[in-house]
């Protein structure tokens, strides 16, 4: 059969009629979806105007969802500020999730059995215990300890000697929480990154001669990194997200600024459409910058990586175009 | 007079109870190539990861190159080495696998010069023309910027024994190279191995291909159940068996 010259066998292809009207009902709901969210209603003021002796009232309109207010305070400087904080936040909590996960798991894998169950019950201590509770825990953690000597243990030898007030502010230990309850979760993440590892791959490197650390850093990780990245991305997602938690130990991140905000004006769901607008913008960012380090560490893994969105897209309208030429008989381009 | 590369005395290996290697004696003569053959489980692929300390052994005195593997004698007592000292044993022992191993994230390039920067601190440009000069030799030139997955099981493996070659080993050990490949891949690997045998370097081979044995082996060993059941010149072990057991493999495997 072929689908090129005047003696082509005519293909009919099969009809979607139960996918044709499910996407017309999608089609309506959405435009419904769309009508609502930009729609306005009445404020619920009458105004009312007396003109040549007659009285004539009418309500001022408004946006139903506060698209006004919204753009007013989207870009206000206090907004701003709490969005820097909670990217800090975030940054740093992952950032000490990561390496101290990492190094968790390599514990994990330690012929050491000390080691190997110190790194298990740190995961089983802090997945254990609500990641509030933890949060509180770090921020009240004066009442435990007012100063931190570290020294020998029964000898009288001290190295560091800190108070833990001065140190500790609302913000230092809400990282140092989210921190410390991601490092158990990305120990996990990590230890299956590192599992996935052919053990091929660690002989082959051990009898060119690497050392352990030289194998680990070299074979090992960038190996795992594959596995580890999607996980990973997905950590990062929930941690911008739970450091909204902060505000209850005072901390002004997104959520509190936009709060302190509607606490003044009560406007709190312009507000709160605020705040999530910019927790889906910075989603968004991480979601596209997860793609790209995908890609990266995705070779030599595969035999084709997969397209760029942007690459897709060209593939998409060089395939229209040669669909098009099929109809008018000219023969479709083989796409490569 | 020149100590044999490799020389096993006595050479015992269990695991979790089951004993793999149950004294095995073995010589190897520099610059000849040595073939292991028997049925599987008879621990020629534990003997050959002994020599390379992939394993420890328990029992019994494995020497290369005149020098004790793992161990150093003094003053009558065997002190196990360090790490380091071990992994500088090893990358004078090149080693090619079953299922090739190469490094998947890097490539073919990368692969056969990473051992050299990292391990023996090769300039890079110095690694790169060394890797060129192999690849050219394992008939793989212009196959620099491949990743190995992009590569058949023939051409995989040939990198590999490119990446162990890169080290400069005075030991070869061929871990059943050419059992992961399609038959008609197996030609090209054999014949790499063959013009490595031909410029001298001294290789331990275990192999399911008696005709490569009969061909390059200088001498061949017998396994069976973690020992040795015969040796020699293959055209003796090989054409005239004398135990029941070789007789039995051989109307098998032929």
Redesign the interface.
Known sequence: MTSNGDDAVKVVPVRHYSRWAGTFVVLILLAMLIHTIFSKIGTGINICVRTHGLRHCHQPQRWRFYWNVVFHFFTSSDVIHGLYVTLELTVAAMTIGIVLGVILAVMRRSQSRLLSSTAWTYTWFFRGTPVLVQLLFWFNIAALYKTITIGLPFLPVTFVHLNVLSILNPFRSAVLALGLNEAAYMSEIARAGLLAV?E??I??????????I?SLR??VL??AMRVIIPPTGNEVISMLKTTSLVSVVGVTDLLAAVTNISAVNFLTMALLIVASIWYLIVTTILSIGQFYLERH?A?????NPPPTPIQRLRGDLKGVASKYRTKRGVPAEVPT | MTSPMVEAIGVRKSYVGVEVLKGVDLTVTRGEVTCLIGPSGSGKSTLLRCI?H?EKHDAGELRVDGELVGYEARNGKLYELS??RI??E??????V?Q?F???????VMENIT??QI???GVKEDVANAKARELLARVGLDGKEKH????LSGGQQQRV?IA??LA?DPKLMLFDEPTSALDPELVGEVLDVMKDLARTGMTMIVVTHEMNFAREVANTVYFLDGGVIEESGAPKDVLTNPRTVRLQGFLSKVL
């Open positions: 052919d091929g791959q002989e082959a490197a051990t009898s060119i001669g690497m050392t352990r030289q070299l074979v960038p190996q560490y070779k030599g893994a595969l035999r | 390379n992939l790490d380091k992994c500088g090893r990358a004078q022992i090149g080693m696998f299922r191993n190469l490094f998947q994230h890097l490539t990473v051992g990292r391990v023996k990743y190995p997955a992009q590999a990446r162990a080290m």
